[in-house]
Structure formats: C-alpha cells, structure tokens
C-alpha cells in the first residue's frame, strides 16, 4: 500500500514568494492497482509523480510505502520518464546494466536478458540509443525499469512523445507485464483515453493551486476495447470533470 | 557465380554477403578519398620546383624544393636532426602533460563544486586575458632560461582550452540523466562513471587537441627566444646563417609533427567515442556500410 498523507510542496517563484505546487494531497494506492492521474498542466502531477519516486521531497506531509516513509529513490519503486534518458554511450544492453549494478554479473546477465525479452528487445541488446526509434528507446526504458524488479512502477506521460500506433501497441504491452509482473503501476497522462484505457482508478486533479479534485473508478474487465461505446462514455464523464 | 562472389567477398574481409567486387571497389574508394588530400601540396610542389628551375624565385630566399630535401637528409645523416626533433618533442611532451594535469584537476574542481567555481573561475579567467607569450619575461627571471621556463610556457598556453571544454562540459552534464542515477541508487563514483566521465569527453578530447595545437605553437615562440636544441632552433640558426632551406625545412618538419601529435590523439579518443550521433560518425558509418 503506498499512502500520501497531506503532501504538499512549494517551490521559491520569483520575487520571493512561495508558488504552491500541491497543496494538501491525500491518495491511497492498492497493490497491484493502475492509478492514473490526468489534469491540466500545472496542477502538479508531474510533481506528485516525483515525491512518490523520491526524487523530489515535499515540503509539508508524507508518503509511505507498507507502512515505511519514503524520503529518497529506492529498489521498490521504478520510474520511467516522459523521454527514454539512455545514455548515448552506452549500447542497449549496457544501458539496462546500469540498472543492477548492484548486483553480480552472472545475475546481472541473467536480468538484462529476461529484461529485454520482456519488452521484446531480445536482439536489440548490441544497438547503440541513436540506433533506436522512438518506441525501441522508449522499450528499452522499460526494461531499465523492470528489471530492478520494483512492486511499484511510476510512469509521467511515457508514451506521449510517440505516434498514436506505438502508443497503442505500448499500451497493450504495458498492460501485459504489468499482469505477470504483478506491480502497482501509477502513471500521469494528459489523455483520456490513455486513462480509460489502462486504469482502475483515474484521480483528477486541478491547478492553482494542485490539488485533487474528484476520482472516477473504471470497473470494466481487461481486455478494454478502446472504441467500445462504455470507454467513449466513459471518457465524455472524465472531460466533463477536468 | 553470385554465391562464389560472395565466399570471395569474405575471404577478402568483407561483411556478410558482400560481394567480391564490393570489397574491392570499397577498399580503393578508401584509399583513394584518403590520398586525395595530398593533391594540393603536391601540385603546390610542382609549381614551386618549375618556378624555381625557371628562375622566377631567388634561389637565396626561396630555395627550390630538392634544396630543402638534401637539407634534411644531410642533418638527418649527421644525426642532428634526430636530437633536435628529440628535445622539441620532450619540451612538447612535459609541458603537454603538466598543463593537462593542472587543467584537469581545476577544471573538474570548477564543473562539479560550485564554491571552487566561485573561488578560483574569476582568476583563471583573469590570467587567460594575459596573452601567453607575455609570461616569457617572467618565466625567464623565475625559471631559468632552461628548460623549466619552456616547459612552464608550454603548460601554460595547453591549460586554457582544456580547462575552459572541461569546466564547461561538466556544468551542461544532462540533468536527466543524473536523475536516472539517482533513481538506480548509483552511487557518486558510479555516476562519474557513467555519466559525467563518457558525457564530458567530447568535449575534453576536444579541449586536449585544441591545447596540443597550442602546445606546439608555444615550444616554437619558447624556442625562437632562447635556445641551443631543437626545430626552434633550426628556424633561427637558418635565419642567422642565411639558410631558408632550413628554415623552410624546420617549418614542414613542424607541420608534421603537429600533425602527427593530433592524429594519435584523435586515434587514441575515437574507440571512446564511437558512440556520438554527429556528421562525423554518419561518415564513417556510411564508408563502412
């Protein structure tokens, strides 16, 4: 169970004055749920995204995971970003090693391997990034992520530098490991249908200053048809609510 | 006849499924692209050996070509040549390695620590404004006029570029990437590793040939001003005893080894470097290819 308590954080603008960011965010995520949290821009999901992986602290109230509070990065929880972030020297592979580093290196093979063949990268291990198009490097990300085996997976609008098929076909993935791996997935989009698509939960939030607004359930079984008349309707609630 | 082309092609050294043919015509392509930039020195030679024979050139200020060759053979068969090329490398050398170490050392501290910026970048930048070649007087009262007044000249003028390409190349290092780091639970010596070391060699490398450049321009003024040894030396000896065979002899002997510094740099940085996306490696790609 992963808890945010009041979280609340405030950036220096200019000329002095505190800018609140997020201003007093309660949420409670389940194991093994999606949780997808949409809003304009600047209503601070991204940010809420970055104080749950810990790469980012808040200035008021507190997160924890199983009871434990989270105060930097660690193994459990996974990040992918907006845009891949491969190392451009470093090849496919050795861009996932630097993942598990932590680790001996038949063990770290044994990973990398599995890793890629998850997101079906088998033979794309030896490529170098600039090699790679849009979706691969986006995959490889992926990889970097799962293969530190984390329960939790954030995810900030990981598919919106991509063509709509990639997407589609990312999604679909995406949905398939999160099945067999068993992790909480939590991912920031600004699109609905992403939302619909892949949540069990969406959590709509609003700027000025972020907060959180209102929570819609999606309890349709998987696999969801995008262009069913239940999503559509479902996405026409979502857009009445942001 | 297809399929044997292509056993051919590999026991050329071909790639998969090339073509006899292809390797050859691949290979003179190489070859012929790198010659071709022997074209304009060699014609260049030509024409000043032909305006020499003909009398368009006083023969004692600009000796015709053949003149300059039998001066380098005769210092190269007394064995002059070989201790003059000797010490002006070694000069070269240290001052190469004790400005690269000074530049290293402070460009790293300036990048990565914003108190060491604070404190020491106004200072640097303040003595760079100083031309280089007006220490001379000092290093000479300091240091002799010796080989420590040469070395610390050439040092000095190696420091700037490789300090300014480091300093700088360590404060662009991608935030985002420091972020996958530090969400991998890298530690700081894991994230020089990784990141910031192979994120600031290009620009490094590109530092280390620029202050090479320098390095040699700087054993020449350091030479010119005082010296006994070395192809400095040369240029002054054939200057007071009216030999411009010599001196154009040291200018080319000059030439080459600058030359020949900077291509082993390059050389010895590419395998590191592979990686970059830039017009460069398109081009090797596409000879390889």
Redesign the interface.
Known sequence: MLEVQGVERQFSGRGGDPVTALAGIDLGIAEHEIVALIGASGCGKSTLLRIL???DKPTGGAVSLDGRSITG?T?EI??I?Q?P?L????SVRENIR??V??LDKPEQERRITQALDRVGLQHAGGL???ELSGGMAQRVAIA?ALV?RPTILLMDEPFSALDAFTTASLQDHMLEIWDEERFTLVLVTHDLEEAVFLADRIVVMKPGPGRVTSEMRVDLPRPRDRNSETVLQLKRRLAERL | MAFIDTVAGRFLGGRDGETAQGVVSRTLSRIASGWLGLVVPLAILVIWQSLSVLGVFRANLVPPPAEVLREVVDLARDGTLWDHIGITFQRVFFGFFWGVLAATVLGALTGEFRLARRLLDPTIQALKAVPSLAWVPLFILWFGIFEESKITLIAVGVFFPIYLNLMSAIRQTDR??V????????SSF?TIR??LL??T?PSYVTGLRAGLALGWMFVIAAELMGASEGLGFLMIDGQMTGRPALIIASLILFALSGQITDKALGWASAPFLR???NLETLEEGQRDA
């Open positions: 992986s810990g790469l990065p193994p996974g990040m970003f845009d972030r190392m451009p020297w470093l630097v993942a580093l932590h170098w990034p600039r970097r530190r | 985002r990437l972020e996958v780091a530090r969400i991998n639970g890298l894991q990784y990141i192979p994120g060699l990686w970059q996306d």
